[in-house]
């Protein structure tokens, strides 16, 4: 029971929540390729709760650590990255090849600038950079952004994929811009 709150062991309360979040995210991608959209945006939800849950408990138990850091940004990556992505990517109707391969590079193109927005980041924690803004779009907030495209299109509101894609392409643009987002 005392190593759960050992911060140098790597299976510490904190740590037990973040691999959490990624079994959230693993699952998730499961339930999308069953083509069980809601059961995955369930597990994804339960992914973000888990990811203020880990930092809170780090913090509250003085659990922080480099591999703490590095652990949730993987787990950042696969529930707030590629899982969306992977959901999205999923729902849409491709009316040919064509249209898929695009809207399999846009895709991709949010996968690749979600993970160099979560390398900077990581970078600036471990040079001390962190302000009170975060530079870009957080993930979580990207996350977030491509599940309103999603319900956008899942409802008719949004009916054509290349309309959903072009939001795509400005969604993974904001991630490593310039835009200051107050940090919570």
């Known amino acids: 029971m005392t190593k759960l709150f050992d911060k140098n062991y790597p299976y510490n309360l904190a740590n037990l929540i973040t691999f959490g979040n990624i079994t959230c995210g693993v699952l998730a991608l499961y339930f999308i390729g069953k083509h069980d959209f809601a059961t ?97 779009v957080p993930t979580p907030l990207g996350a977030i952004l491509l599940w309103v495209l999603y319900l956008l299109y899942s409802y008719g509101i949004v009916s054509s994929a290349w309309i959903i894609g072009a939001l795509v392409l400005l969604i993974a643009w904001s991630l490593n811009s310039k835009l200051r987002i107050p940090h919570p």
């Open 40 to 136: 995955a945006i369930v597990l994804a939800w339960i992914a973000g709760a888990l990811d203020i849950a880990d930092g809170k408990v780090a913090r509250r138990f003085g659990l922080s650590t480099e591999f703490g850091v590095q652990l949730d940004s993987f787990a950042d990556f696969l529930s707030f990255v590629v899982m969306p992505s992977f959901l999205l990517f999923y729902a849409l109707e491709k009316s040919s090849i064509v249209q898929e391969l695009i809207l399999g590079a846009i895709f991709i193109y949010y996968i690749i600038s979600g993970l160099r927005r979560l390398v900077a980041f990581n970078l600036k924690v471990d040079a001390g950079g962190v302000e009170k803004y975060f530079e870009g």
